[in-house]
């Protein structure tokens, strides 16, 4: 398992809800957090890997119940806006800001199976937005601002240029 780069397609596509919680999907989850750890990251949604489900990972301390992996997520509710930096694990090495509601409330599944509620600030909140825009084929520089987009616009057609297309299938 890799973490698959912009251009690559699958960052296109809208994820399927996941209907089981098997096996498969424990390994699966394992090998992204694995990931997540090398890469030092924050969120990694299961696109992000080539495996198009809505589930994906969200590891920073605080105020998410002690809950790491969150499955078929949807946001119920968003409060306010702040617009600030934030980076993705499939554009190594760009950031630029992009506007989010503060506050959120949510719903989704665990590991587990059960439905949970949660409520996030800071950048919990960020990161659910962030992660749930990945299961919808929406990335960060569709909503960056012009000033941010423009900056980065020669890294972004230098990812488009080394594309070679060797994402590896799960
Ligand atoms: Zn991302």
Same mark, same amino acid.
């Given at each position: ?13 809208? !994820?399927?809800? #996941? +209907? ?6 424990? %390994? ?10 090398? !890469?030092?990251? *924050?969120? %990694? !949604? ?17 105020? %998410? ?10 946001? +119920? ?11 993705? #694990?499939?554009?190594?090495? *760009? ?14 599944? +665990? #590991? ?26 929406? %990335?960060? *520089?569709?909503?960056?601002?012009? !000033?941010?987009? #423009? ?14 297309? +060797?994402?590896?299938?799960?």
């Amino acid at each position: 398992m890799n973490i698959v780069n912009y251009p690559d397609p699958v960052l296109r596509q809208r !994820a399927k809800p #996941l +209907t089981e919680i098997n096996k498969e999907v424990y %390994l699966k989850v394992e090998e992204m957090m694995e990931l997540i750890y090398q !890469a030092q990251g *924050i969120g %990694l !949604a299961a696109p992000q890997v080539g495996w198009s489900v809505r589930l994906f990972i969200i590891d920073v301390d605080g105020d %998410l119940h002690g809950e790491k992996v969150f499955i078929n997520p949807v946001i +119920t509710e968003e409060v306010g806006e702040l617009n600030k930096e934030e980076g993705c #694990l499939s554009f190594p090495g *760009i950031m630029g800001k992009v506007v989010r509601a503060q506050r959120i409330k949510a719903q989704a599944y +665990t #590991l587990k199976g059960q439905k949970i509620e949660i409520e996030a600030e800071g950048l919990a909140a960020r990161a659910w937005q962030h992660e749930i825009d990945h299961l919808n084929g929406c %990335l960060f *520089i569709d909503k960056m601002s012009p !000033a941010s987009r #423009l900056a980065i616009s020669h890294q972004l057609k230098e990812f488009e240029r080394s594309y070679k297309g +060797t994402r590896i299938p799960v």
